[in-house]
Nanobody
Framework: QEQLVESGGGLVQAGESLTLSCTAS????????LAWFRQAPGKEREGVSF????????DYAAPVKGRFIISRDNAKNTIYLQINKLEPDDTAMYYC????????????????????WGQGTQVAVSS
């Protein structure tokens, strides 16, 4: 059974850093493109960071560009999201997602394309 499990969230102060992890099981990890999404209270879920199957290509939403770093370790079936200089607007539930990707170098930015989702990890940033 395919499963994604996030961890690493918590309550932090503005300006601090945090690294989220998401470990997959039940799927052939190197064949999946991956992403991080987030949903703040009262807002729609939005994509923040995306990575190709081979890990060589990444993309970021404008509000997080320059502060977030997405990476993957195919040997550990794990994706990471390093969040630097946290801001109160980063407060949200963070979800990882995976899709079976035919092309190892393509980034997929539409959340509708992602088939597998984790349960989320909460990040709260105090000012």
């Amino acid at each position: 059974q395919e499963q994604l499990v996030e961890s690493g969230g918590g309550l932090v102060q503005a300006g601090e850093s945090l690294t989220l992890s998401c470990t997959a099981s039940g799927l052939t990890f190197p064949y999946y493109a991956l992403a991080w999404f987030r949903q703040a209270p009262g807002k729609e879920r939005e994509g923040v960071s995306f990575i190709s199957r081979n890990g060589r290509f990444t993309d970021y939403a404008a509000p997080v560009k320059g502060r977030f770093i997405i990476s993957r370790d195919n040997a550990k079936n794990t994706i990471y999201l390093q969040i630097n200089k946290l801001e109160p607007d980063d407060t949200a539930m963070y979800y990882c997602a995976a899709l079976l990707a035919p092309n190892p170098a393509t980034i997929y930015c539409s959340q509708g394309e992602y088939k597998y989702w984790g349960q989320g990890t909460q990040v709260a940033v105090s000012s």
